[in-house]
Structures are given as structure tokens and as C-alpha cells.
């Protein structure tokens, strides 16, 4: 009877172990592209990833940074690529957390 129990908690302890999803099975909360489009009221902006377009939302604690400088979103443009790290915690919408976008080249030097 005791080797029963035993053999019963044993299976109940692994099929609870297979069932729940592991930390690394997820892919990273992360993304990055040039942006598609920029669009301001419903806070939401398309990247371009290996995947194909991805829609995301911005939030006011959402932090964005150029280099180290910290920007606004209406200081992004079509086409700058940047870096995207998301709340994987929702789906729909996707809830930016931080955006990094590239620095600025330096303007051409005056003739």
C-alpha cells in the first residue's frame, strides 16, 4: 500500500512539473525595427521585426531615451530604428516599458 502512495505522489509530482510553462520557454520581452508608424492618440506605434509588424502601446511611465538623453515619443520618426522592451504580462494591447532609440548623427560640418 505504502509503494501505491508513494508511486501515485511521485506521478501527481511530475505531471504538475510538466504542465506549468518554464521561465525560458518564452521568447524575451523584447523587440527592435524601424518604426512603420507613429500614431499619437490611441499611443501606439508599428515596428518592423523579423517577424513581420508588431503593434505596441506607449504609457506615461513609459521611458524612452535617445543615447542617454530622455525624449518624448512625439520626437520619434518613420523609419529610425529602435529598440523595444515590452510587458510580456499582457497581450493585447502590448504595454511598452522603455524605448531606445539610436543617437542622432552629428550635422555635416558647415563649407
Not at 542617454?68 to 520619434?76: D, F, G, M, N, P
Request: charged share 20%; proline share 14%.
Amino acid at each position: 500500500m505504502r509503494a501505491l502512495l508513494v508511486a501515485w505522489l511521485l506521478l501527481a509530482a511530475l505531471s504538475t512539473q510538466s504542465a506549468e510553462p518554464k521561465l525560458y520557454d518564452f521568447p524575451p520581452p523584447f523587440a527592435k525595427g524601424p518604426i512603420e508608424k507613429i500614431e499619437p492618440f490611441p499611443k501606439q506605434i508599428t515596428i518592423h521585426t523579423k517577424t513581420g509588424s508588431r503593434t505596441f502601446t506607449w504609457t506615461d511611465r513609459t521611458i524612452i531615451f535617445r543615447g542617454k538623453q530622455r525624449i518624448t515619443a512625439e520626437t520619434l520618426k518613420v523609419g529610425e530604428t529602435i529598440a523595444i522592451r515590452y510587458d510580456r504580462t499582457t497581450t493585447n494591447p502590448v504595454y511598452i516599458q522603455r524605448i531606445k532609440a539610436a543617437p542622432l548623427p552629428p550635422p555635416p560640418p558647415a563649407p
